[in-house]
């Protein structure tokens, strides 16, 4: 007997070109929120809040420095804050007529570099995403993601 299952929701804007520039903010989610990117440390009386990275965390750091068109990010205990910024003309290959990747893919390469660094998967199979269309929204972007290891308890990621 076959079952129908319900059909999964794209979390991308329908007939949106996300290979256009633009500036885009992205979310990446660990499976099951499970905490395997850092801990927040810090928050007394003498130090701010940071995430103090696990081995994760730095080899997902090392990926995510490498995208071409990262403006902004923040690597959060059990999911991944970022602004990627995409623009044809700076972010194309040199001295070819490759195209910029879209951010689609983009998020893909990044998951599979980490994964296959770590030997597994540990990330949500899709990703949320913002595209950014003012200074207005970019600036409050910005600041969320810049402010986010000091807010990690009221975080609707946070897990304890």
Known sequence: MFVQLP???SNRLKHY???QNGAYFITVCV???RELLGKVVGGDDHSTPYVLLSEYG????KYIRRITGINQYVIMPNHIHMIILIDS??????WASSPTQPVPQLIKSLKTLIS???GCSIFQRSYYDHVIRSEKDYEQICQYIDTNPLRWTEDEYYTK
């Open 7 to 9: 059909k999964r929701k």
């Open 116 to 118: 296959k660094e770590i």
């Open 31 to 33: 499976k099951d929120g």
């Open 17 to 19: 070109d996300y290979s």
């Open 58 to 61: 730095m080899v997902t750091d």
């Open 89 to 94: 003309h700076e972010n194309g290959t040199m």
